[in-house]
């Protein structure tokens, strides 16, 4: 202290940095800059992925199966939804437009020695055909069992290209011949194109059977989500054909959408607070889309707004809530006037809404298996049709997975390392009962 040294400055410390601070370069300027907005992009970010994760584990039900990898599917699929919506929110188109060109197209599995796999159309309709080779049916010089499969995806999105795994793998393991079916997609080509072509091309397969190897008596329908409502609307319309084409053998309808009167079911309630990949407005919205696609009326369908001078219509005992819990009374119906405006009178159409059917016209139905998940809006659509079809007579099996969510059969299709136990166990169920 008070000893100076050579060259030293006597300006008090204070002074330099207080008084008369030094000027930031422009470098400086902008690298500070630069740091601010990282820090606000990074604060951001996190406060982002906290309020998503928040999200994303209080909407996830408590008895899913592998909660921690059923978190990663969401943690993808909730911002792939968001983007979507953005997408079709500025204008640039529909989402499932996005979603489709996004989507990849596998090769053909020509690497499996095991299938001899041919495109080709059946009147006019697309299909894929997976013929098992020197299948044990044929070894024996007795012809197969046949299969048609209709892909999920709300009658919006997919195709028998993305399907290709799961079909081949049925195929094989089945020892049947099976046709993936690719029906025109909605919006574009809305109710009942996709359904025209899936029955178009099951009676080509039907009436042609032989070509394939196939015994035209041994033939079934199989389906998931949408496809699951196209392979029961199908089965219907060849149930009540009088014409001379065989009966279908079997139907096997997985997560079924099944009708589109009642969105108030205690699945559809529970869908909107605990749900995985398949929230109530969005299947909704795929049901709009293929009626009409006026996405004006999602809030109305989603009250029950649409249908509300129905309740007490014998359309309504279609889905009364006795058939799912016995201890609540019935529906009693009346007189009512069916007066449904042009746009929305498809939804009592039965092969719109197989549940739509009338009594009687599920009696002819074939053996029938339905798979139903806990965690999925559509849960109740098929209990209430397995309950109906056994009142009418029908022999059928109800496999319900109480911890499985939508698509959970079908769910390493988007994302290969996303194979779910339980969706192992659906199919290995399908499978068993097609054999």
Known sequence: AGIDRVGASHEPRWKKSCIFPAKNTKQERVTAAGMGVCKTVTLLTAVGAAVLAMYMYSSMPPEVTEPGKAVMFKAVFIPFNLIGSTYEALGYGAKADLLRKIGVRPALLVSDSHLDITDTSFSGVQVRVYKPRAGQEAAKGN??????????GGWVLS????????VGRIAKETGTVVVSVEYRLAPKHKFPVPFEDCITATEHFLQHASEYGVDPTRIGVVGDSSGGNLA??????????KTKLPPLKLQALVNPALQAFDFQTPSYVRGHTHYVNLPPKLMIGFWIKYLNNNMTLIDTFSSNGHTAA????????????????????????????????????DILNPYYAPLMAEDADLSGLPNTYIVVCGIDVLRD??????????????????AHYPSGFHGIMT?????KHFEFEIGKQMLQGVVAFVR
């Open 310 to 345: 129905l309740r007490k219509s014998h359309f309504a005992t279609y889905v009364d809530r006795h058939l799912l819990n016995d201890s609540l009374p019935k529906v009693t119906p009346e007189d009512v006037s069916i007066d449904l405006p042009d746009d929305i009178k």
């Open 232 to 241: 029961a609307a199908v089965a219907l319309k060849l149930a009540q054909d």
């Open 159 to 166: 195709s028998v290209y993305a399907y290709d795994p799961l």
């Open 143 to 152: 012809k197969m069992a046949g299969l048609m499969y209709f892909h999920g």
């Open 411 to 415: 769910m390493n299709l988007a994302l």
């Open 381 to 398: 659509d098929g209990i209430m049709y397995a309950k109906r079809l056994e009142m009418a007579g029908v022999q059928v099996k109800l």
